[in-house]
């Protein structure tokens, strides 16, 4: 989790793998228990926050449900307030540049990741090479801002540069990209010390 470019708190594992446990919400309330399935992003503390992360933390509100769903991740935005996202996978499967950011209003459900889509885009990777399955970690990686957007259509050009983010890591995909990269060996491109 990260206030424009300055990570606060420790990183937040969620357990998805259980039928009664298929998704986290991730929320702007202050609940400082250890709830597997919520995640609130108000008890964080950072003494250098600013007036526009402040103001912008207080639109969280409900925020959003992440869940996992015939082998598929979606996204809700449960609060009033929209997110935005970006992920290479759903952005393939929806024809997207990798690059791009989907605004999602307040009661939109989104899927966000396909591990069918995921595994066949891997398996063509296989063929490419140790550089092409090392490249398939940035589908693993969702990256969502709270309130602000960022990306080719907005004056915030990085994720960093919203007031509050979060950057999500699958951990089952990127344990698929790490046998591929064992059974590859390693990079067949040269390196020095100066490059």
């Known amino acids: 989790?990260?206030?424009?470019?300055?990570?606060?708190?420790?990183?937040?594992?969620a357990q998805m793998i259980y039928p009664d446990h298929n998704y986290v919400i991730i929320d702007g309330y202050t609940e400082?228990?250890?709830?597997?399935?919520?995640?609130?992003?108000?008890?964080?503390?950072?003494?250098?926050?600013n007036n526009t992360v402040e103001k912008t933390r207080k639109h969280i509100g409900r925020g959003v449900?992440?869940?996992?769903?015939?082998?598929?991740?979606y996204i809700e935005c449960l609060g009033d307030s929209a997110v935005f996202v970006?992920?290479?996978?759903?952005?393939?499967?929806?024809?997207?540049?990798?690059?791009t950011v989907v605004k999602i209003q307040s009661g939109v459900?989104?899927?966000?990741?396909?591990?069918?889509l995921f595994h066949e885009i891997l398996t063509q990777q296989l063929t490419e090479g140790y550089e092409a399955v090392f490249d398939l970690t940035k589908h693993c990686m969702i990256r969502?801002?709270?309130v602000k957007g960022w990306g080719a259509d907005y004056h915030r050009q990085d994720v960093t540069s919203t007031p509050c983010w979060v950057e999500m890591s699958l951990n089952g995909p990127l344990q698929w990209v790490d046998k591929c990269l064992k059974y590859i060996g390693s990079s067949k491109n040269p390196i020095s010390s100066v490059s």
């Not at 449900?65 to 991740?73: A, C, G, M, Q, R």
């Open 1 to 13: 989790v990260s206030t424009q470019s300055t990570g606060v708190g420790d990183p937040y594992h």
């Open 109 to 116: 459900k989104l899927k966000i990741f396909c591990h069918k």
């Open 86 to 99: 970006q992920s290479r996978n759903s952005n393939k499967e929806y024809g997207f540049h990798p690059s």
């Open 65 to 73: 449900k992440i869940s996992f769903e015939d082998n598929k991740v």
């Open 144 to 146: 969502m801002s709270f």
């Open 32 to 49: 400082p228990g250890n709830n597997q399935q919520r995640f609130c992003l108000g008890q964080l503390s950072n003494v250098s926050r």
